[in-house]
């Protein structure tokens, strides 16, 4: 028996699709019916797993010809990534944003297993939990110095 829930499936045949073209136009509704669950499902799976730190934009149009338009981001080099994730951490950043980040860096390949690894480690909330309210602010300051650091072009 297979083990995927629901949302694993939408999002597993979203991303098929997108290894194909690099844009697509879905009907929730439609989306909905192929997958035998409510329409907030696919709002669930678009929202969360289709986000911009992810590499993907999302743009609907609602109405009865309404539609979601998802496109794969193409970065232009490594220099735009980092800014561009720069700027989306911003004062505080969740230890679940900052995996998304991690994931991120590493797809496209700025970053070795290893490295991920050890980002992970220096803002998992084993290591700053104890700081309470401050956490996620330590935590988006951790991740924009190792962005800066990356940044750096090696000799």
């Known amino acids: 028996m297979n083990n995927q829930n629901t949302s694993d499936l939408i999002e597993a045949y979203l991303k098929k699709i997108?290894?194909?073209?690099?844009?697509?136009?879905i009907r929730r509704a439609e989306m909905a019916h192929l997958f035998n669950c409510v329409p907030s499902q696919i709002n669930y799976v678009i929202n969360t797993r289709f986000t911009i730190q992810r590499g993907y934009s999302v743009e609907s149009k609602r109405g009865g010809g309404?539609?979601?338009r998802i496109v794969k981001v193409q970065i232009s080099d490594k220099d735009?990534?980092?800014?561009q994730?720069?700027?989306?951490?911003?004062?505080?950043l969740s230890e679940k944003d900052a995996l998304?980040?991690?994931q991120k860096l590493y797809e496209e390949q700025v970053i070795t297993?290893?490295?991920?690894n050890i980002m992970l480690s220096a803002v998992s909330k084993n290591v700053l939990g104890k700081l309470g309210s401050n956490e996620d602010a330590l935590r988006a300051q951790i991740m924009c110095s190792f962005l800066q650091r990356?940044?750096?072009e090696e000799e």
């Open 150 to 152: 990356l940044s750096y």
């Open 85 to 92: 994730m720069d700027r989306l951490i911003g004062d505080k």
């Open 66 to 68: 309404g539609y979601i």
């Open 113 to 116: 297993k290893r490295e991920g």
């Open 80 to 83: 735009q990534l980092l800014k």
């Open 18 to 25: 997108l290894e194909e073209s690099n844009k697509i136009e």
């Open 100 to 102: 998304i980040f991690v």
